[in-house]
């Protein structure tokens, strides 16, 4: 069974920083896409950042550009996200996704993480 | 970046009802579309990917169509469990990957 597993979350305050991980299993991990999704407190879904099987190209929404920054290690079969500059908005659920079921970066997200949490305030 | 909305945000019915949540696209976006439902506390859920291919282990009674600009989400039969929050989201376009507002499924 494909499982994703986020860590890192946790109270921060305005400006700081926050690294998220996302440790996967039970897929070829080098082979697929990845992204984040965040969900403020009671609000939608909101893409992140996604990043291609290989690592060599990332995207970033206009909202994180220049803060976050999204990697993978494939020998770990791991993602992650560096949060800098972090703001009160950013707070949120953030859940770890696999852009499936294709191999197409441009995709759906087929599994996703349980989520963790992010809190920015003072 | 392309524009999702949803309609309606949120909807009454009752179980064996036939449910149909419809969501626009503000450009083209072929059949790159997904629907997602979510139940409180939990991560999203994939329901179809391709406007209408239904992911593995998805109920039959789930069904998704259109293309272009135009899509519609149906429960032809609601159970108790599909009482839940859909999304939808379009994947035509990146980034940014856009979600639509979500549409909320109430016990009536």
């Known amino acids: 069974e494909v499982q994703l597993l986020e860590s890192g979350g946790g109270l921060v305050q305005p400006g700081g920083s926050l690294r998220l991980s996302c440790a996967v299993s039970q897929f070829t991990f080098r082979s697929y896409a990845m992204s984040w999704v965040r969900q403020a407190p009671g609000r939608g879904l909101e893409w992140v950042s996604g990043?291609?099987?290989?690592?060599?190209?990332?995207y970033y929404a206009d909202s994180v550009k220049g803060r976050f920054t999204i990697s993978r290690d494939n020998s770990k079969n791991t993602l992650y996200v560096q949060m800098n500059s972090l703001r009160v908005e950013d707070t949120a659920i953030y859940y770890c996704?696999?852009?499936?079921?294709?191999?197409?970066?441009?995709?759906?997200?087929?599994?996703w993480g349980q989520g963790v949490l992010v809190t920015v305030s003072s | 970046a392309i524009r999702m909305t949803q309609s309606p945000s949120s909807l009454s019915a009752s179980t064996g009802d036939r449910v149909t949540i419809t969501c626009r696209a503000s450009?083209?976006?072929?059949?790159?579309l997904a629907w997602y439902q979510q139940k409180p506390g939990k991560a999203p859920k994939l329901l179809i990917y391709?406007?209408?291919t239904l992911q593995s282990g998805v109920p039959s009674r789930f069904s998704g169509s259109g293309s272009g600009t135009d899509f519609t989400l149906t429960i032809s039969c609601l159970q108790s469990e599909d009482f839940a929050t859909y999304y939808c989201?379009?994947?035509?376009?990146?980034?940014?990957?856009?979600f639509g507002g979500g549409t909320k499924v109430e016990i009536k």
């Open positions: 989201q379009q994947y035509n376009t990146y980034p940014p990957l856009t």
């Open positions: 391709a406007a209408s």
């Open positions: 996704t696999k852009n499936g079921p294709s191999l197409q970066v441009l995709n759906s997200f087929d599994y």
């Open positions: 990043i291609s099987g290989s690592g060599d190209n990332t």
């Open positions: 450009q083209d976006i072929s059949t790159y």
